[in-house]
């Protein structure tokens, strides 16, 4: 009877085992087929105050920019100013300032020309060039009926485009185009009540796309300031060989075209209007996002695509600069890194959202930046991955109010990575 007793036992413990064995088996997978966990990076903790550099000044910085040749960092701020910092020495020094009447005079855009030697400042109503070394300054644009909002040189640093719109509906003018090499100033219209949201050079500086709010491009000869053609959309880049651009706007697909204004090929995602686009570096593909889970990677020469899910809403895509690996980020709280060549998936888990992943210049590292509003745990990190070494710097203690945290960056050379802080600008060395 014992024995029987014993044998029964025996048997029902060995059926639990097989029906949790069974159950394991059941349970959904949390990873894609072929994905790699998160769990082989070596993370370490970090927070602001743990910096290799402190750059401090009396406000926190709207915009940081780093020279191209990385020694120095252009920041500005609210109160009409902007600042250059010495990297090797931490030393900063008043570059620029102007007189703001309201809170909308604040600097809106900064950056270096492509030689490190001038920088554009472009605020509500002015817009300046400066002579790093002397603080020499030339006004390209001061007037009242004219705002501007962003600037941008193009690669071979002869032109600048100044993007913004009229202070009064009953203009036309969304942008300035200025080329250096000969003087010239061009007026870009666009019909009432527009005004600029995109600019992009062609990689040679020879051409130039414009997009407005109402879903209306402009291909422009960025020399003489012709246009050339005209396009439905809001954004619109170029590819990088130049040989085509891309528009995207309120249709639910996106257009590309040939960069003599004709349509080449049409690129579908689940009938969706698509949130963000971006070209492989060898131009050959293109990766749409919508406001969906889903990421399309299509092959331009003959069409075909594949998709890849999130759980979540998409926020982002980019390439690495070998295009090798894309990086998409979800509000799922994941980051994937997908092998192009295989199709296999690197999943980098978050502990919320994930706003942004930026890959550096080389692509050796990948930046992320986790935020959500919860009322009862608010998360705010962000998270540098060394791609070679298999580490991950988590920072967190960050400000409780969002600062520009999008304009965290690598330097070009990839020796620091800088974002603003309360009152400063902090620096970790890579």
Same mark, same amino acid.
Not at 313 to 323: K, T
Not at 374 to 381: G, H, T
């Given at each position: 009877? /014992?024995?029987?007793?014993?044998?029964?036992?025996?048997?029902? &413990?060995?059926?639990?085992?097989?029906?949790?064995?069974?159950?394991?088996?059941?349970?959904?997978? $949390?990873?894609?087929?072929?994905?790699?966990?998160?769990?082989?990076?070596?993370?370490? &903790?970090?927070?602001?105050?743990?910096?290799?550099? /402190?750059?401090?000044?009396? %406000?926190?910085?709207?915009?940081?920019?780093?020279?191209?040749?990385? #020694?120095?960092?252009?920041?500005?701020?609210?109160?009409?100013?902007?600042?250059?910092?010495?990297?090797?020495?931490?030393?900063?020094?008043?570059?620029?300032?102007?007189?703001?009447?309201?809170?909308?005079?604040?600097?809106?855009? @900064?950056?270096?020309?492509?030689?490190?030697?001038?920088?554009?400042?472009?605020?509500?109503?002015?817009? &300046?060039?400066?002579?790093?070394?002397?603080?020499?300054?030339?006004?390209?644009?001061?007037?009242?009926?004219?705002?501007?909002?962003?600037?941008?040189?193009?690669?071979?640093?002869?032109?600048?485009?100044?993007?913004?719109?009229?202070?009064?509906?009953?203009?036309?003018? @969304?942008?300035?185009?200025?080329?250096?090499?000969?003087?010239?100033?061009?007026?870009?219209?666009?019909?009432?009540?527009?005004?600029?949201?995109?600019?992009?050079?062609?990689? !040679?500086?020879?051409?130039? $796309?414009?997009?407005?709010?109402?879903?209306?491009?402009?291909?422009?000869?960025?020399?003489?300031?012709?246009?050339?053609?005209?396009?439905?959309?809001?954004?619109?880049?170029?590819?990088?060989?130049?040989?085509?651009?891309? &528009?995207?706007? /309120?249709?639910?697909?996106?257009? @590309?075209?040939?960069?003599?204004?004709?349509?080449? #090929?049409?690129? !579908?995602?689940?009938?969706?209007?698509?949130?963000?686009?971006?070209?492989?570096?060898?131009?050959?593909?293109?990766?749409?996002?919508?406001?969906?889970?889903?990421? #399309?990677?299509?092959?331009?020469?003959?069409?075909?695509?594949?998709?890849?899910?999130?759980?979540?809403?998409?926020?982002?895509?980019?390439?690495?600069?070998?295009?090798?690996?894309?990086?998409?980020?979800? %509000?799922?709280?994941?980051?994937?890194?997908?092998?192009?060549?295989?199709?296999?998936?690197?999943?980098?888990?978050?502990?919320?959202?994930?706003?942004?992943?930026?890959?550096?210049?080389?692509?050796?590292?990948?930046?992320?930046?986790?935020? +959500?509003?919860?009322?009862?745990?608010?998360?705010?990190? $962000?998270?540098?991955? %060394?791609?070679?070494?298999?580490?991950?710097?988590?920072?967190?203690?960050?400000?409780?109010?969002? +600062?520009?945290? !999008?304009?965290?960056?690598?330097?070009?050379?990839?020796?620091?990575?800088?974002?603003?802080?309360?009152?400063?600008?902090?620096?970790? /060395?890579?």
């Amino acid at each position: 009877m /014992k024995n029987l007793k014993l044998q029964t036992l025996s048997q029902l &413990a060995c059926a639990l085992s097989l029906l949790s064995a069974c159950n394991e088996q059941m349970k959904p997978s $949390l990873e894609p087929k072929g994905a790699r966990a998160y769990g082989d990076f070596k993370s370490s &903790a970090a927070a602001p105050a743990d910096a290799d550099l /402190k750059l401090p000044f009396t %406000d926190t910085p709207e915009n940081l920019r780093f020279s191209p040749d990385s #020694r120095t960092l252009l920041t500005s701020f609210r109160d009409g100013t902007v600042q250059i910092s010495e990297l090797e020495t931490s030393q900063s020094r008043l570059l620029y300032q102007q007189a703001v009447a309201n809170s909308e005079d604040w600097i809106h855009s @900064i950056g270096f020309s492509p030689d490190g030697r001038q920088s554009v400042i472009a605020s509500r109503n002015t817009t &300046a060039l400066v002579e790093i070394a002397t603080g020499e300054t030339k006004l390209l644009i001061s007037q009242e009926n004219f705002r501007t909002y962003g600037v941008n040189f193009s690669p071979d640093g002869q032109s600048l485009i100044a993007m913004g719109g009229p202070e009064f509906y009953a203009e036309t003018t @969304i942008g300035k185009l200025f080329n250096f090499s000969t003087g010239a100033t061009f007026s870009l219209t666009f019909p009432q009540h527009s005004f600029a949201k995109r600019a992009a050079f062609s990689r !040679d500086s020879r051409l130039l $796309l414009v997009t407005s709010n109402l879903d209306l491009g402009k291909l422009y000869d960025a020399k003489s300031g012709q246009d050339l053609a005209s396009f439905a959309g809001d954004e619109a880049q170029f590819s990088p060989d130049g040989r085509y651009f891309a &528009a995207s706007g /309120k249709q639910d697909f996106l257009q @590309i075209y040939t960069t003599q204004g004709q349509p080449f #090929r049409k690129v !579908d995602h689940e009938q969706h209007p698509i949130w963000n686009f971006a070209f492989s570096p060898d131009s050959q593909q293109v990766v749409t996002t919508t406001e969906r889970n889903s990421v #399309r990677l299509t092959d331009l020469r003959d069409g075909a695509s594949k998709t890849f899910l999130h759980d979540g809403r998409v926020n982002g895509a980019e390439f690495s600069s070998d295009g090798k690996i894309l990086a998409t980020a979800s %509000d799922d709280g994941t980051v994937k890194l997908i092998n192009l060549a295989d199709g296999s998936e690197r999943l980098l888990a978050h502990p919320d959202r994930v706003s942004l992943a930026r890959f550096s210049p080389s692509g050796n590292f990948l930046f992320t930046y986790v935020f +959500t509003n919860s009322a009862n745990a608010p998360v705010r990190e $962000l998270r540098i991955f %060394d791609l070679r070494s298999n580490s991950v710097k988590i920072i967190s203690g960050l400000e409780s109010e969002s +600062t520009a945290y !999008d304009d965290a960056s690598f330097s070009p050379d990839e020796r620091y990575f800088a974002f603003p802080v309360e009152k400063s600008v902090v620096i970790f /060395k890579l």
